[in-house]
């Protein structure tokens, strides 16, 4: 009879936190108590954890058990305790050593065999032991390829309860799998597949280089999906930091591959356009999982058929886009995760969709302003480029001339990235997320024959407050591709006809 504690990880969103496992056996009838606020899953480990030890050969102290979960005050959710609470409760009751565990902390979840099984979020959990001092993480070997992603910790694995049990009796050695090379990753693909499209491929490199949202509008057959499913590939690659936040929350989410490396390239998420809210901002009972716009981040989220979605569900997508994250509240309290993703929309003009286009538009006028009225206008106003593609060519299709490969445009993408970050600093990444405060500095400040443009369309009504910044804003990115230090009346001219769906 006795008190022994151990230590393992909450998560709350893609941010982690130690506890203490702390377990207290004394004398008294048989039962366990797991206290510490925790979730439906963890309060179900009574029974899980003691056929575990049972079936590992170990003894299961027959007596009092109280397992308390520190700090008292933070709810823990999930079945990723269930290893730690074991070791604690052995540790209390059975006098199992486990000074071998000191600056450790325990992941997995147990099966009624004994065995340890993978659980989702190890990523952030080890990051989050890692950051909070501790050298040494036991994790599921499932989940042993992705916690080694994370530096400057020693990860070492284990397939069962009873061979932690043999480590710690010195036994039996921790597992530690020579690391398997990565699978090559599936080439990108190329911008030089899409024919007869200058509009729209003119609209996907200022996206790229200015992280700009893109709205194409086309009959069906023009290209849109297809520009779409390129952008990932003329996105700069991931920086370390930003592929960590990335593979986190794919952790967290169970969408990780096993075996698979940090996330370099920027995601694309395309959800179908029946997804409900939950799905694409994130949601769900208890514990509110990552949605569409957070499994996108640093990449491109695409809806296709946009028009199709629920009102709600697109209204949904405003503040996050806004704010470059999502804040769900519930019950149990609020879960943030990250939403700094580019918007595509992709949209047909009409309900009859035509492939030759508005010109053999059967629909009646107010049948295509209610289609068209789906997007509503504080949602669009947010979207910087708004492009009009007309269909293909025949004559695009049987052309030899060669079509610039991605290859080539996102050097050009690069290059203009390179010029942002040198002339915004450490207030923003791009052109995208520059602060109005900062585009009306007097050092960035444009002059008013160069904003006039943009200045009559505002009076005219055409114009929001925000549109305005935002069309400065691609004015900038406009300049960086063509080389220049500054925008020119031109530069502003080609945003705000890109904004307004008047360009050709």
Same mark, same amino acid.
């Given at each position: 009879m006795g008190y022994a504690k151990v230590r393992s990880?909450?998560?709350?969103?893609?941010?982690?936190?130690?506890?203490?496992?702390?377990?207290?056996?004394?004398?008294?009838?048989?039962?366990?108590?797991v206290s510490g606020l925790p979730d439906a899953a963890l309060s179900e480990a009574r029974d899980r954890v003691r056929a575990a030890v049972h079936?590992?050969?170990?003894?299961?102290?027959?007596?009092?058990?109280?397992?308390?979960?520190?700090?008292?005050?933070?709810?823990?959710?999930?079945?990723?305790?269930?290893?730690?609470v074991a070791i604690a409760v052995l540790a209390a009751g059975a006098d199992l050593p486990i000074a071998r565990l000191m600056n450790t902390v325990i992941l997995g979840e147990l099966g009624l065999d004994g065995t340890v099984r993978p659980v989702r979020g190890v990523l952030p959990a080890v990051l989050a032991a890692s950051r909070a001092g501790y050298r040494f993480a036991l994790v599921p070997l499932g989940n042993i390829s992705e916690a080694r992603l994370v530096p400057d910790i020693d990860v070492r694995a284990t397939d069962s309860l009873g061979r932690i049990i043999g480590y710690?009796?010195?036994?039996?050695?921790?597992?530690?799998?020579?690391?398997?090379? /990565?699978?090559?990753? @599936?080439? !990108? $693909?190329?911008?030089?597949?899409? =024919?007869?499209?200058?509009?729209?491929?003119? *609209?996907?490199?200022?996206?790229?280089?200015?992280?700009?949202?893109?709205?194409?509008f086309g009959p069906p057959g023009a290209g849109k999906t297809m520009l779409a499913a390129r952008l990932p590939g003329v996105l700069p690659p991931l920086n370390d930091q930003e592929a960590i936040e990335v593979?986190? /929350?794919?952790?967290? @989410?169970? !969408? $990780?591959?096993?075996?698979?490396? =940090?996330?370099?390239?920027?995601?694309?998420? *395309?959800?179908?356009?029946?997804?409900?809210?939950?799905?694409?901002?994130?949601?769900?009972?208890?514990?509110?999982?990552?949605?569409?716009?957070?499994?996108?981040?640093?990449?491109?989220?695409?809806?296709?058929?946009?028009?199709?979605?629920?009102?709600?569900?697109?209204?949904?997508?405003?503040?996050?886009l806004e704010e470059g994250e999502v804040r769900l509240r519930r019950a149990q309290g609020e879960t943030v995760y990250p939403a700094r993703t580019q918007l595509v929309l992709a949209a047909n003009p009409c309900p009859c969709a035509k492939p030759g286009g508005k010109h053999m538009c059967e629909c009646p006028s107010?049948?295509?302003?209610?289609?068209?009225?789906r997007l509503s206008g504080p949602l669009m106003d947010r979207v910087d480029l708004q492009v009009d593609l007309d269909p293909v060519r025949s004559a695009a299709l049987v052309a030899t001339e060669p079509v610039e490969p991605t290859a080539v445009v996102a050097g050009r993408v690069l290059r203009a990235r390179a010029a942002a970050i040198e002339r915004w600093g450490p207030h923003a990444a791009s052109n995208g997320e520059v602060p109005g405060t900062l585009l009306r500095h007097h050092r960035f400040r444009l002059p008013?024959?160069?904003?006039?443009?943009?200045?009559?369309?505002?009076?005219?009504?055409?114009?929001?407050?925000?549109?305005?910044?935002?069309?400065?804003?691609?004015?900038?990115?406009?300049?960086?591709?063509?080389?220049?230090?500054?925008?020119?009346?031109?530069?502003?001219?080609?945003?705000?006809?890109?904004?307004?769906?008047?360009?050709?």
């Open positions: 990880v909450a998560l709350h969103g893609v941010a982690g936190e130690v506890i203490v496992v702390e377990a207290d056996v004394a004398p008294g009838l048989p039962s366990l108590v079936n590992s050969g170990a003894h299961w102290p027959q007596a009092r058990i109280t397992v308390n979960l520190l700090p008292a005050h933070v709810r823990k959710h999930g079945s990723g305790f269930d290893a730690a710690l009796h010195e036994t039996e050695n921790l597992l530690d799998p020579v690391a398997e090379p /990565l699978p090559p990753q @599936a080439p !990108a $693909l190329d911008l030089a597949d899409v =024919l007869g499209q200058e509009r729209g491929r003119r *609209a996907i490199e200022l996206a790229a280089a200015g992280r700009h949202h893109v709205a194409m593979t986190a /929350l794919h952790s967290v @989410a169970g !969408a $990780l591959m096993p075996g698979s490396g =940090l996330i370099r390239r920027a995601p694309l998420q *395309a959800p179908h356009h029946t997804a409900s809210v939950a799905s694409l901002v994130g949601g769900g009972s208890g514990l509110a999982k990552p949605g569409a716009i957070s499994l996108a981040h640093n990449g491109v989220l695409f809806l296709d058929e946009c028009a199709e979605f629920a009102s709600g569900a697109l209204e949904a997508l405003r503040q996050p107010i049948v295509r302003r209610r289609y068209q009225a008013r024959p160069v904003v006039r443009p943009l200045t009559d369309a505002m009076d005219r009504g055409r114009l929001s407050a925000r549109g305005f910044d935002r069309a400065i804003r691609v004015a900038w990115t406009v300049a960086d591709l063509e080389g220049r230090e500054r925008p020119d009346v031109g530069d502003v001219r080609e945003a705000l006809e890109l904004r307004s769906r008047t360009a050709r």
